[in-house]
């Protein structure tokens, strides 16, 4: 194997012999071989004008992209059922695979080191688009353009392709991962409602519960239909957080709180929580054997020996659940809080009027955007450290479970605005880019003409996307960590920098000089 998609893969090399995030060196093999059956099919079918096999062939390269993200799936007998179905597109387009070696690994695909790291960007950012195209698609949402250029940009990876050419596929990417964003966010907000300011809580009653963790919101409200009138108590987790937010689900009594921290800390507090754990997409990790039993997966998360819950007809069946919860004592619990969500953009552009005027009378000297993702490396305290230090003239924009490296300590608020403004998922940095776009019409500017500055984490390959649609989208100056990704080489690090300032950060105080927070 060599795996370096995630921030945590091995400096300088990635991971050879096991995955840090506790994949096999086998199972990241598996992986490689089907991410190569999907840019086969993608050249295969390039002329193809056949649009149901099309379709299929899209749905196909969404979830196997998706399955293959970060901490999706440890299933091995998943992916090899993924790789068959990619054989039969194979056979039904009356192709043979050409890219098929020993070694599929993404190290094969460019002999020169540029090349292939610009390669390496597009297809993690392709993962990442898999992700929030599929958010969407679930909700019955489709746009052609966007699984079209998936294929387009897999078949790319297997051409000889200048620098120039490979740099255009990526800002491509970016271009239409906004698209995909935006078709989610608009999706969210047709079935569930748009997202109001809330506070939740993160205590825990006497009853037993049922915890929810990934990104799944459809998955989230078919558990508390099948859970009313039960007596048994639904928490989110993690990503699930942003949930509470949307007026949809505030209709359920039976959802009572967010449960837990970031994905990272779920070895241990997954334990504490007693109950079942449904885990929906990415973010799930090989559990420990205290609460293997207690763990099931659905959508594309998947865990060798762990319970899969599987979709017939649009519906999924969590009647095995509820019968574990019912005889499982109530969870342990971590902390009693109060978290306020549901700064999603049309809920923060109602309050635009008292942020400019903050913003007019000095009030508000800067906000930082500081969305991505947590991990467990020590250095990611870094963040905390950083919001800490902050000026108390300085608002916070956050999105995805990079908040939870500060969300409960006490910043306060200035003029009533919270210093900390959460917009929600990682899919929801959409939201940012909103609220930004509309602070620039709002001051005559642009994004970067703003009181404004990026300090980004990243963790996985969303992040990529997210990176890939801020660059797109002409943000310049975006400081990138805990450190910049291992797939990059120093030439394509090079351009990043000459061409867009991506800055890696290092310590808080110099940080902030460098991002203008006085």
């Known amino acids: 194997m060599k795996c370096m998609q995630c921030e945590e893969s091995i400096a300088g090399t990635g991971c050879l012999r096991n995955g840090v995030c506790g994949k096999s060196g086998e199972l990241a093999d598996r992986m490689d071989k089907l991410i190569a059956s999907l840019i086969e099919i993608s050249a295969a079918t390039a002329d193809c004008k056949n649009e149901g096999f099309i379709k299929e062939i899209d749905e196909h390269i969404v979830d196997s992209l998706f399955m293959t993200l970060s901490n999706t799936n440890f299933d091995m007998q998943r992916i090899d059922d993924a790789i068959s179905l990619s054989d039969s597109f194979m056979k039904r387009a009356g192709k043979q695979y050409s890219l098929f070696g020993e070694d599929c690994s993404v190290d094969t695909y460019d002999p020169n080191e540029d090349l292939k790291s610009l390669k390496q960007l597009l297809l993690f950012g392709l993962k990442g688009l898999a992700a929030y195209y599929h958010h969407a698609h679930v909700l019955g949402a489709g746009d052609p353009t966007v699984t079209s250029f998936m294929r ?28 995909a964003m935006a078709l989610l966010d608009e999706y969210n907000v047709k079935y569930y409602g748009s997202p109001e300011i809330t506070q939740v809580r993160t205590g825990v009653g006497k009853n037993p519960g049922i915890l929810i963790t990934g990104h799944d919101l459809k998955d989230l409200e078919q558990l508390l239909e099948q859970t009313k009138g039960t007596g048994i108590d639904v928490y989110t987790h993690g990503e699930m957080l942003p949930a ?45 054997d205290g609460y293997r039993q207690r763990l099931f997966t659905t959508g594309t998360a998947g865990v060798e020996g762990v319970k899969h819950i599987p979709e017939k007809d649009g519906k999924k069946d969590f009647s095995e659940v509820i019968a574990m919860a019912k ?13 306020t969500i549901g700064f999603a953009h049309d809920q923060t552009l109602a309050l635009a009027g008292n942020i400019i005027d903050a913003v007019k009378a000095g009030d508000i000297k800067r906000f930082v955007v500081m969305a991505g993702c947590d991990g467990r490396e020590r250095s990611r305290d870094y963040y905390t450290r950083f919001a800490q230090e902050l000026p108390r003239d300085t608002v916070i924009l956050t999105a995805g479970c990079a908040k939870y490296r500060y969300n409960k300590l006490d910043l306060g608020d200035i003029g009533g605005i919270p210093r900390i403004i959460d917009a929600g998922q990682c899919n929801d940095c959409y939201s ?25 984490s990243w963790y996985e390959q969303k992040a990529v996307l997210v990176l890939l649609v801020l660059l797109k989208l002409g943000v310049k100056d975006i400081m990138l960590g805990p450190r910049l990704p291992v797939f990059l080489s120093p030439g394509v690090t ?20 460098i991002l203008k927070i006085e």
């Not at 061409?499 to 940080?511: C, L, M, R, T």
Request: glycine letters at 6%; proline letters at 5%; hydrophobic letters at 45%.
């Open 494 to 513: 090079n351009v990043l920098v000459k061409n867009f300032g991506i800055k890696a950060n290092s310590e808080p105080a110099a940080d902030r000089v």
């Open 327 to 339: 005889g499982c004592p109530a969870p342990a619990e971590i902390d009693d809080r109060i978290l």
């Open 432 to 456: 940012l880019v909103v609220i930004a776009n509309a602070l620039a019409e709002a001051f005559g500017t642009d994004i970067n003409g703003l009181p404004l500055s990026f300090n980004i």
């Open 244 to 288: 509470h937010a949307y007026p949809a689900f505030k209709k359920y009594d039976n959802l009572v709180g967010n449960y837990g921290n970031a994905w990272y800390l779920q070895k241990e507090e997954f334990e504490k929580f007693n109950g079942p754990i449904i885990a929906t997409t990415n973010c799930v990790l090989i559990p420990k």
């Open 152 to 179: 387009k940009a897999l078949a790319a990876i297997k051409k000889d392709l200048s620098v120039e050419e490979l740099i255009s596929l990526n800002m491509e990417c970016g271009e239409v991962g906004a698209k």
